[in-house]
Protein backbone atom coordinates (compact mmCIF):
# COMPACT_ATOMS: atom_id res chain seq x y z
CA UNK A 1 0.00 0.00 0.00
CA UNK A 2 1.41 3.32 -0.72
CA UNK A 3 1.31 6.26 2.04
CA UNK A 4 1.17 9.57 1.84
CA UNK A 5 2.58 12.11 4.80
CA UNK A 6 1.90 15.99 4.86
CA UNK A 7 3.69 16.89 8.10
CA UNK A 8 2.04 20.30 8.27
CA UNK A 9 -1.40 20.63 9.45
CA UNK A 10 -1.95 24.02 9.17
CA UNK A 11 -0.08 27.16 7.86
CA UNK A 12 -0.54 30.73 7.43
CA UNK A 13 0.59 33.21 4.63
CA UNK A 14 0.34 36.71 4.13
CA UNK A 15 -1.52 37.97 0.97
CA UNK A 16 1.18 38.25 -1.53
CA UNK A 17 3.70 35.98 0.06
CA UNK A 18 4.90 32.90 -0.72
CA UNK A 19 4.06 29.18 0.96
CA UNK A 20 5.18 25.63 0.59
CA UNK A 21 3.68 22.68 1.68
CA UNK A 22 5.52 19.58 2.15
CA UNK A 23 4.45 16.07 0.67
CA UNK A 24 6.65 12.82 1.53
CA UNK A 25 5.05 9.52 0.04
CA UNK A 26 6.06 6.01 0.17
CA UNK A 27 5.90 3.57 -2.46
CA UNK A 28 7.83 0.42 -4.47
CA UNK A 29 6.24 1.62 -7.93
CA UNK A 30 8.28 3.07 -10.52
CA UNK A 31 5.17 4.30 -12.72
CA UNK A 32 2.51 6.78 -10.66
CA UNK A 33 1.31 10.09 -10.32
CA UNK A 34 1.14 12.62 -7.89
CA UNK A 35 -1.26 15.45 -7.37
CA UNK A 36 -2.34 18.37 -4.93
CA UNK A 37 -5.82 19.02 -4.94
CA UNK A 38 -7.66 22.29 -2.80
CA UNK A 39 -10.44 21.93 -0.94
CA UNK A 40 -12.36 25.40 0.12
CA UNK A 41 -14.74 25.18 2.65
CA UNK A 42 -17.20 24.67 -0.05
CA UNK A 43 -16.07 21.14 0.45
CA UNK A 44 -15.79 20.43 -3.41
CA UNK A 45 -12.71 18.63 -4.49
CA UNK A 46 -10.45 20.88 -6.87
CA UNK A 47 -7.21 20.16 -8.65
CA UNK A 48 -4.59 22.04 -8.78
CA UNK A 49 -1.96 20.13 -10.25
CA UNK A 50 -0.49 16.88 -11.46
CA UNK A 51 3.15 15.84 -11.70
CA UNK A 52 3.63 12.05 -14.16
CA UNK A 53 6.76 10.14 -12.33
CA UNK A 54 8.52 9.64 -15.65
CA UNK A 55 9.17 13.50 -16.31
CA UNK A 56 11.62 15.27 -14.57
CA UNK A 57 10.76 18.54 -15.68
CA UNK A 58 8.36 20.03 -12.60
CA UNK A 59 4.81 21.03 -13.07
CA UNK A 60 3.88 24.22 -13.24
CA UNK A 61 0.22 25.62 -13.22
CA UNK A 62 0.03 30.14 -12.87
CA UNK A 63 0.95 30.54 -9.11
CA UNK A 64 1.53 26.43 -7.83
CA UNK A 65 4.41 24.88 -8.61
CA UNK A 66 5.69 21.56 -7.79
CA UNK A 67 9.12 20.43 -6.57
CA UNK A 68 9.06 17.05 -7.24
CA UNK A 69 12.14 15.09 -5.95
CA UNK A 70 11.78 11.17 -6.86
CA UNK A 71 14.58 9.64 -4.95
CA UNK A 72 13.15 11.42 -2.10
CA UNK A 73 10.04 10.54 -2.49
CA UNK A 74 8.99 13.87 -2.22
CA UNK A 75 6.63 16.46 -3.82
CA UNK A 76 6.18 20.03 -2.44
CA UNK A 77 3.57 22.60 -3.45
CA UNK A 78 4.45 26.77 -3.74
CA UNK A 79 1.89 28.83 -3.78
CA UNK A 80 3.36 32.25 -5.18
CA UNK A 81 1.67 35.34 -4.89
CA UNK A 82 -0.86 34.11 -2.36
CA UNK A 83 -4.50 35.30 -2.66
CA UNK A 84 -7.73 35.05 -0.36
CA UNK A 85 -8.83 33.09 -3.03
CA UNK A 86 -6.37 30.26 -1.82
CA UNK A 87 -7.72 29.82 1.88
CA UNK A 88 -8.62 25.97 1.22
CA UNK A 89 -7.30 22.92 2.87
CA UNK A 90 -4.95 21.32 0.77
CA UNK A 91 -4.06 17.42 -0.01
CA UNK A 92 -1.59 15.66 -1.66
CA UNK A 93 -1.92 12.43 -3.41
CA UNK A 94 -0.45 9.40 -5.15
CA UNK A 95 -2.12 7.22 -7.88
CA UNK A 96 -0.22 4.26 -9.23
CA UNK A 97 0.26 3.63 -13.12
CA UNK A 98 -1.52 0.21 -13.88
CA UNK A 99 -4.29 -0.77 -15.59
CA UNK A 100 -7.29 -1.49 -13.30
CA UNK A 101 -5.61 0.10 -10.31
CA UNK A 102 -6.03 3.74 -10.36
CA UNK A 103 -6.48 3.67 -6.55
CA UNK A 104 -6.03 7.50 -5.36
CA UNK A 105 -4.27 7.97 -1.93
CA UNK A 106 -4.69 10.70 -0.09
CA UNK A 107 -2.07 12.66 2.61
CA UNK A 108 -3.85 14.39 5.62
CA UNK A 109 -4.23 17.77 4.66
CA UNK A 110 -2.56 20.85 4.96
CA UNK A 111 -4.72 24.01 5.97
CA UNK A 112 -3.70 27.19 4.38
CA UNK A 113 -5.07 30.72 5.72
CA UNK A 114 -4.13 33.83 3.80
CA UNK A 115 -4.08 36.44 5.55
CA UNK A 116 -4.88 40.11 4.21
CA UNK B 1 -17.63 20.36 -14.29
CA UNK B 2 -17.65 16.87 -14.43
CA UNK B 3 -21.00 14.89 -14.39
CA UNK B 4 -21.44 13.20 -10.87
CA UNK B 5 -24.12 13.48 -8.30
CA UNK B 6 -24.13 11.94 -5.03
CA UNK B 7 -27.91 10.83 -3.38
CA UNK B 8 -28.62 12.06 -0.71
CA UNK B 9 -26.46 15.11 0.23
CA UNK B 10 -27.65 14.99 4.23
CA UNK B 11 -28.60 11.91 6.21
CA UNK B 12 -29.17 11.32 9.13
CA UNK B 13 -29.96 7.64 10.50
CA UNK B 14 -30.16 5.71 13.62
CA UNK B 15 -27.14 2.88 14.86
CA UNK B 16 -27.75 -0.24 13.53
CA UNK B 17 -29.46 0.22 10.24
CA UNK B 18 -28.95 -0.16 6.78
CA UNK B 19 -28.01 2.96 4.54
CA UNK B 20 -27.32 3.14 0.77
CA UNK B 21 -25.68 6.07 -0.33
CA UNK B 22 -25.67 6.46 -4.33
CA UNK B 23 -23.23 8.04 -6.80
CA UNK B 24 -24.44 8.97 -10.60
CA UNK B 25 -21.99 9.40 -13.27
CA UNK B 26 -22.94 10.58 -16.97
CA UNK B 27 -19.43 10.75 -18.05
CA UNK B 28 -19.18 7.32 -18.99
CA UNK B 29 -15.74 7.02 -16.59
CA UNK B 30 -14.52 3.39 -16.26
CA UNK B 31 -12.99 3.78 -12.29
CA UNK B 32 -15.33 4.95 -9.61
CA UNK B 33 -14.52 5.51 -6.30
CA UNK B 34 -16.00 6.02 -2.32
CA UNK B 35 -13.90 7.74 0.32
CA UNK B 36 -14.60 8.94 3.84
CA UNK B 37 -13.61 11.97 4.64
CA UNK B 38 -12.71 12.91 8.84
CA UNK B 39 -10.61 15.22 10.57
CA UNK B 40 -7.01 14.38 10.43
CA UNK B 41 -7.21 12.05 8.35
CA UNK B 42 -7.70 13.08 4.62
CA UNK B 43 -9.55 10.82 2.24
CA UNK B 44 -9.76 7.94 2.95
CA UNK B 45 -10.68 4.62 0.26
CA UNK B 46 -13.46 2.84 1.00
CA UNK B 47 -14.32 0.91 -1.92
CA UNK B 48 -13.14 0.97 -5.98
CA UNK B 49 -14.43 -0.16 -9.06
CA UNK B 50 -12.51 -0.60 -12.30
CA UNK B 51 -15.88 -1.92 -14.22
CA UNK B 52 -19.21 -3.11 -13.70
CA UNK B 53 -19.26 -5.55 -11.21
CA UNK B 54 -15.53 -5.05 -10.90
CA UNK B 55 -14.67 -4.12 -7.22
CA UNK B 56 -12.00 -3.89 -4.54
CA UNK B 57 -11.59 -2.67 -1.14
CA UNK B 58 -9.82 0.08 -0.07
CA UNK B 59 -8.05 0.69 3.27
CA UNK B 60 -11.32 1.56 5.09
CA UNK B 61 -13.42 -1.51 3.90
CA UNK B 62 -15.03 -3.43 7.06
CA UNK B 63 -18.69 -2.90 7.54
CA UNK B 64 -19.06 -1.62 3.93
CA UNK B 65 -20.00 -3.47 0.80
CA UNK B 66 -20.67 -1.28 -2.85
CA UNK B 67 -21.91 -2.53 -6.01
CA UNK B 68 -21.63 -1.49 -9.49
CA UNK B 69 -24.25 -3.36 -11.78
CA UNK B 70 -24.09 -0.87 -14.69
CA UNK B 71 -21.48 2.13 -15.53
CA UNK B 72 -23.23 5.12 -14.34
CA UNK B 73 -23.80 3.75 -10.62
CA UNK B 74 -21.78 3.03 -7.88
CA UNK B 75 -23.67 2.11 -4.61
CA UNK B 76 -22.15 2.38 -1.15
CA UNK B 77 -23.94 0.59 1.74
CA UNK B 78 -23.93 0.72 5.43
CA UNK B 79 -24.81 -2.55 6.15
CA UNK B 80 -25.80 -1.60 9.85
CA UNK B 81 -24.70 2.14 11.03
CA UNK B 82 -22.77 3.05 13.56
CA UNK B 83 -21.58 5.77 15.07
CA UNK B 84 -17.89 5.74 14.05
CA UNK B 85 -19.05 5.87 10.23
CA UNK B 86 -20.91 9.43 11.08
CA UNK B 87 -18.18 11.26 8.06
CA UNK B 88 -18.55 12.88 4.74
CA UNK B 89 -18.70 10.73 1.79
CA UNK B 90 -17.30 11.58 -1.30
CA UNK B 91 -17.67 9.73 -4.58
CA UNK B 92 -15.27 10.27 -7.32
CA UNK B 93 -14.43 9.16 -10.84
CA UNK B 94 -11.68 8.52 -13.91
CA UNK B 95 -10.88 6.92 -16.86
CA UNK B 96 -11.74 9.96 -19.50
CA UNK B 97 -9.62 11.09 -21.59
CA UNK B 98 -6.66 12.11 -18.48
CA UNK B 99 -7.50 8.88 -17.36
CA UNK B 100 -6.02 9.91 -14.13
CA UNK B 101 -7.78 12.77 -13.58
CA UNK B 102 -10.12 12.07 -10.68
CA UNK B 103 -13.61 14.06 -10.75
CA UNK B 104 -15.44 14.63 -6.99
CA UNK B 105 -18.74 14.52 -6.27
CA UNK B 106 -19.92 17.34 -3.79
CA UNK B 107 -20.25 14.64 -0.59
CA UNK B 108 -22.69 13.66 1.36
CA UNK B 109 -22.62 14.19 5.34
CA UNK B 110 -23.74 11.41 6.71
CA UNK B 111 -24.71 10.98 10.71
CA UNK B 112 -25.40 8.41 12.49
CA UNK B 113 -27.22 8.78 16.01
Known amino acids: AQTVTQSQPEMSVQEAETVTLSCTYDTSENNYYLFWYKQPPSRQMILVIR??????QNATENRFSVNFQKAAKSFSLKISDSQLGDTAMYFCAFMKHRTNDYKLSFGAGTTVTVRA | DAGITQSPRHKVTETGTPVTLRCHQT?????MYWYRQDPGHGLRLIHYSYGVKDTDKGEVSDGYSVSRSKTEDFLLTLESATSSQTSVYFC????????????FGQGTRLTVV
Open chain 2, 27 to 31: ENHRY
Open chain 1, 51 to 56: QEAYKQ
Open chain 2, 92 to 103: AISGGVLVTEAF
